[in-house]
């Protein structure tokens, strides 16, 4: 493939891509680097060619951060609270927004105690593997509903815990069930992790198979771990005012064994700051499970995430940072701050980039949420016909477009490569244009 590039004349010279593939040992295996190594990559060939990318490899938030959160930071940290050690299970102001922000926005109740923050949703989900994977002895692995977040199951590998996935494209609906029970009937699964609006692919799932998700969670004693990574942002429908429906979808509504996880990251432009928030179902948060015992001192779920494992991997979270999303959270349950406008721009970008692509020979990979198109946010996903996604993801460099491939996400849809809009600014878009216009003709498509 190399080959047809190379005789063409691209946006970014063939010998600078090409040199630092080699030097950064890539050759060959693009389409296999993590979105880290992929990053490293295109800063050296940008530095080299002194060509700006359209950059599409990581889930940055392209806007500001949330302001009222700075501010209370600073003012925190003015108080002097960087001195003290904060409370394990976070600072009431926090665990008391938190509750409000899930009946809000959820229509779930919760009690304040099972709001518990931590250093990330990264650090929410470690924790909740530590846990989960651990209250029955006979369950002992995690099952994803792929695609999904490729660093979780780095997670488990690290843990030396066991996992299983299966690709969602081909059981949406009511196949979902059956293929959810081929696995959860062999005894072993202990937690089904997803995410809801899902990264890479941007499915949302629908009412009823959250429903069935949750009926088999509750059939076979499982915990369903829902990670609300892009919480709000299925801009499909209008989940911004507070106490209002409609609202943000949830397993909860089918299941009492449930446990959230709220990233401040993507919907507050707060990924700097690592703070998220674990959320435990008031009935979980209570159930005993004598296995615990194993590792920790008590059998109680809540008790035994807290002073087990949060305690163990970080002794809680930023003490000014909590004050900082606290704030936040305040200002979004009260109605001053509605938080879903702004970060509508990364759905209003994706329609528009979206169809740049499609315009050029491009073809969306996950298209559907059963039988109705797909929202545009965060992510969308990408193929060319002819190309397999290494070729396609190594291809796109000569013209300064950087991706990643789904081959890393758990999506059988090997083919195919996640396109971020976040860091795409809109002055962009005309260079974005003439560029896929060139690849589409350097690429007949026959
Ligand atoms: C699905 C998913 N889960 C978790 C995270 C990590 O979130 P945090 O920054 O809160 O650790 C991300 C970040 O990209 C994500 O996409």
């Known amino acids: 493939m190399g080959n047809i590039v190379e005789t063409k004349n691209t946006p970014i010279p063939y010998n600078i891509v090409r040199d630092k593939i080699n030097e950064l040992n890539l050759t060959n295996k693009v389409g296999k680097a993590t979105i880290r190594e992929i990053v490293r990559l295109i800063n050296e060939i940008e530095k080299a060619s002194g060509k700006k990318f359209v950059r599409m490899e990581m889930g940055v ?29 976070g600072i009431p102001e926090l665990k008391h927004e938190m509750a409000r922000f899930i009946k809000n926005f959820i229509n779930i109740d919760v009690d304040e105690q099972g709001c518990i923050p931590s250093v990330g949703s990264m650090q929410g989900g470690m924790a909740a593997f530590l846990i989960t994977n651990r209250c029955f002895k006979q369950k002992d692995t995690v099952l994803f509903i792929d695609p999904g977040f490729p660093v979780q199951k780095q997670q488990l590998k690290v843990l030396g815990m066991n996992y299983e996935t299966f690709d969602v494209y081909n059981y949406r609906g009511d196949k979902l069930r059956e293929k959810l029970e081929s696995y959860l009937k062999k005894g072993n699964i202990s937690t089904i992790l997803y995410s809801n609006p899902n990264n890479p692919s941007w499915i949302c799932f629908t009412e009823k198979e959250l429903q069935t998700i949750g009926e088999l969670a509750t059939k076979y004693e499982i915990t369903v771990v829902e990670d609300l990574a892009y919480f709000a942002m299925d801009f499909r429908k209008d989940l911004s005012k507070p106490g209002e429906p409609p609202y943000q979808p949830s397993v909860a509504n089918y299941t009492d ?12 432009s707060y990924a700097g700051q690592r703070i998220g928030c674990i959320v435990i179902s008031n009935k979980l948060y209570k159930k005993r499970f004598p296995d615990l015992k194993r590792y920790f001192n008590s059998d ?40 879903v406008e ?18 050029n020979g491009f073809k969306i990979v996950y298209d559907k949420d059963e039988d109705k198109p797909l929202a545009d946010g965060f992510y969308f996903t990408i193929s060319y016909p002819g190309l397999s996604g290494e070729e396609l993801i190594e291809e796109l460099l000569y013209y300064g477009i950087s991706a990643i491939s789904l081959a890393i996400t758990g ?31 350097h690429h007949p498509i026959k």
Not at 257 to 268: A, E, T
Not at 418 to 437: G, H, I, P, T, W
């Open 257 to 268: 064994n449930w446990l959230m996880l709220v990233s401040s990251s993507k919907i507050f």
């Open 342 to 359: 702004n970060i509508k721009e990364y759905g209003e970008k994706a329609k528009i980039m979206k169809k740049l692509f499609t315009n």
């Open 411 to 441: 999506s059988e849809h090997v083919e195919g490569l996640r396109a971020c809009v976040s860091q795409v600014l809109r002055n962009q878009f005309d260079d974005l244009e003439y560029r896929l216009k060139q690849f589409n003709e």
């Open 61 to 89: 938030p392209g806007l500001d951060p949330v302001k009222i959160g700075i501010d209370a930071e600073i003012a925190a940290l003015k108080r002097g609270v960087a001195s003290k050690y904060p409370m394990i299970d």
């Open 300 to 339: 109680e779920f809540g008790y035994a995430m807290l002073y087990g494992a949060i305690y163990a991997l970080s002794s809680g979270v930023c003490h000014s940072t909590q004050f900082g999303l606290a704030a936040i959270l305040k200002a979004v349950n009260d109605g001053e701050f509605n938080f």
